[in-house]
């Protein structure tokens, strides 16, 4: 099992994504080969909101909330 089977198994759950420089949270939508698609609420730590896919490769690690 990779990381994206892991994060497969929580579609649906509120994430935290953290990346170098900010923090993603919002909904993971999907996990495709290498990436991570993710509905992102808007925050201070976070210039981007919306639909957003983020390549496994630039993640440092994933928060997954309650």
Known sequence: MDFEDIMATFVGRSIEVFQTGQILTGTLQGVTEGTLQ??????IYSP???AVSVSTLSISFVR???
Not at 38 to 43: A, D
């Open 38 to 43: 993710t509905i992102v609420s808007p925050s």
């Open 64 to 66: 997954v909330l309650p």
């Open 48 to 50: 981007v909101s919306g």
